[in-house]
């Protein structure tokens, strides 16, 4: 795989009111697609939440992981985003691999804290909506904090063709005149298809487009990536924790266990020496 273009930008208008974030995540997704095969509207919609998780992460937890998970009310299918501090980024289809329809589907963002516990909020994505409508809807209700976020994946001719996305949050103390000329700037913003597809898009160039006008500070950018963080020390920690009669049932049986990451498809083979290992360890 090419190295990757993606980055995320932050900028601040100068009279404090507005922080402005803005991501190319093309070549991310592209990654998470080909790793999980998906296609249709499930690639569409776990391309704007793989995005998504990058955006609430760098804006509210930039220090922690976080991810960005889509559930359906009735059936097992869901979509994960899930954004590492390292900029490691990876996608998964769980449940039912059939399309993946947004029609009554809840949104569960999880924050993962440095000592190990979980922060989490759900909220339900509002009827008719995407999961631009999802993310907006979690940070008013979960954070409150007034915000516009936009993500949007684009294909051509069943290809991908552009991944990307902003959020503007309204900051503690802004007056009401900036909040009025933003909400109406921002009514030619709520797709951001056209942005995406100029051949010369960066997330730079995104701010510039928003921001068009309006004094502003650039901020840090940072660069992220496609990624799967599993290796086989974390796939024989969870073996470990097994129940020793789990474990010694998979002994007994003297066939090596062969195990495929779910995010990446990476295979991992183990010995019943090495199960006999886990057994001594316990």
Known sequence: ?????DSIHRAMTNDGAFRVVTVRATDTVAGVLQAQDASGETARHLGDLVTGA???RETMSPALRVQGILKQRKGNGYLLGDSHPSGSTRGLVGGAHSEFEMNDALLRVVRTLQDGRIQQGVVAVPDGGDVSKGLMTY?????QITTMIVVGTLFDDGKLAAVG???VQLLPGADRA????M???LEDFCNVDKFLLQPDFSPQSLTEELLWGMPYTELESSSFHYKCWCSRTSMMGALSSLNRSEIQSMVDDGEVLEIACDYCRRDYR???AELTGLLDEN
């Open 139 to 143: 940070m008013q209700e979960s954070e």
């Open 1 to 5: 795989m090419t190295a990757s273009k």
């Open 54 to 56: 990058v955006l609430i």
């Open 183 to 185: 909400t109406e700037r």
């Open 165 to 167: 996305g902003y959020l």
């Open 178 to 181: 900036p909040l009025m000329i």
């Open 270 to 272: 183990v010995t019943p």
